[in-house]
């Protein structure tokens, strides 16, 4: 840390000077331009015009195909630009990094030899904005849970696979939240771009792994329903006004996060009509026979653990305990 006085020139004109080093490090000299910015404490920035982030890399000897997902996918997360991965790569390994890569938002393959495969991140983060994309999870782990109950109340397999087949693309998008709220938790100018706080990067993390975990929810209800290969008679009531108290609870709790503004006495509410009627679907599944029953209290607690994290969710901004328990 350097101290500098501050100058005055003319009526009122403050300045203080450049340190060298810097000055000289990024090239400045007279007539240069350099960009100046007051942040949310205060302080003021100045960096030179157009100064860029420096792209992160990182080079992963290959691994073992076991262990080739998780490094991947935590060099993705941990925001590495440019993922090199070097070794004697045989054509099943080839093929799986592809298929990794599909599934990571914004990382393409951009290099490939005999030895080698580089796979960058070729979108600019400032262009993309964490707020949307936890809102388009929202809507489809919303649309999964209502269409994986609609499905049992049909039987209608083909909806229950296109359900399951929805948690990939929640599950890109997640990946790539994750990166974005990690990045601006490490770069400040990327947290401003995002006009987020440090606070609210860690609370969207926190609410995508939860919305995430609902998209996981769905799917195994949508397995459940695939193996029942028939409708669920004699449920029909308790599933249609579940199907409706789930949507609606969590189009409040996300409201409540992203708003910031409580709501607690509507999900207590709301969780006085749920739990009977859970708590009716799981003594009507003891009547049924042995794989039917465990199949149906299966998707019962799948619908429990959603509505749970709806609880979680709007937990963030207001806390709801003791009210809702």
Known sequence: MELRKVQEVGKGTSFVSLPKDWVRRHGIGKGSVVEMEVDEDGNLLVRPLGAGRKAKELTLEYPSKESLTNELAGAYLLGYDVIRIS???DHEGRE?????VRKLVGLEIVEEDSS???????????????????????????SMHGDAIESALS?????????KGRDEEVNRLYFLLVRLVRSAVISPSLARAF?????????????????????????????????LRTGLKGFEEELKE?????????ETAVRMFMEKKGCA??????????????????????ELDRQASFT???????????????????????????MVK
């Open 116 to 142: 080698t495969i580089v796979a960058q991140f070729l979108i600019e983060p400032t262009t993309l904005s964490p707020r949307k994309l936890l809102m388009r999870m929202h809507h489809i782990t919303s």
């Open 155 to 163: 039987g209608d397999r083909n909806l229950a696979k296109l359900v």
């Open 265 to 286: 006495r509507e999900f207590s509410r709301i969780r006085e009509l749920i739990q009977p009627r859970l708590q009716t679907l799981r003594e009507k599944a003891l």
């Open 87 to 89: 070794g004697r790569i």
């Open 96 to 100: 799986l990094i592809k298929g990794i």
């Open 242 to 250: 579940i199907k409706g108290l789930l949507q609606r609870s969590q």
């Open 195 to 227: 006009s987020m706080s440090a606070l609210e990067c860690m609370d969207f993390r926190v609410a995508a792994n939860l919305i995430e975990g609902i998209g996981d929810a769905s799917s195994d209800m949508a397995d459940c329903v695939i193996s």
């Open 296 to 322: 149906v209290l299966s998707m019962v607690d799948a619908m429990q653990d959603i509505f749970k994290a709806h609880m979680d969710i709007a937990d963030l901004c207001t806390p709801l305990y003791p």
